[in-house]
């Protein structure tokens, strides 16, 4: 069987068959969000990361991400950050003490939200405006999130 052609360099991106493009694996060791599971297999997450960043990208400061975060969790928790992590006995921005499937919830509401900020023409001119509007787009994405993933939320908040 002949072997499959290496990229030239790293920089290249690999075609998945869904047409979705991917940058190589990366040779560093995992980020400190890593999480392992219970069957030793290395989880890496960097959803966080990649919500701040698509935000941050869009014109938001640390205000507008701090805003567009409180958003995402009153909408998918029925609480401000800063009051879920305290429910839970955690430091704002400690998730390794909180239950894996409020973990879990925040990693896809972070996700989906990442994509639907990239998508997202601001149309706001200053940064009050910018961090208010996509601090909306958030809020109303993470509604739609609780409306699809119904039945993986619960019906409560």
């Known amino acids: 069987m002949p ?7 790293d ?7 869904l047409g979705i493009s991917l ?11 890593s999480r392992q599971s219970s069957s030793g297999r290395i ?7 990649g919500f701040t960043k698509a935000l941050n990208d869009k014109g938001a400061d640390s205000e507008g991400i701090s805003e567009a975060t409180d958003a ?9 950050t800063r009051e879920l992590y305290e429910t839970y006995g ?3 921005g400690n998730r390794d003490v909180l239950p894996e499937e409020v973990q879990d919830q925040v990693m896809l509401h972070e996700i989906i939200n990442k ?7 601001v149309e706001a001119t200053t940064q009050d405006d910018v961090n208010d509007e996509l601090t909306d787009v958030v809020a109303d994405q993470t509604r739609k999130n609780r409306g699809f993933f119904g039945w993986l939320f619960g019906k409560g908040k």
């Open 90 to 92: 955690a430091k704002p």
């Open 72 to 80: 995402l969790y009153q909408e998918g928790f029925g609480k401000r």
């Open 11 to 17: 920089s290249e991106q690999q075609e998945l068959d």
């Open 43 to 49: 989880e890496r997450v960097d959803s966080r990361a």
């Open 23 to 33: 940058p190589p694996s990366p040779s560093s060791r995992p980020a400190k969000s």
């Open 3 to 9: 072997r499959k052609k290496q990229p030239a360099d």
């Open 115 to 121: 994509h639907r900020v990239k998508r997202h023409d």
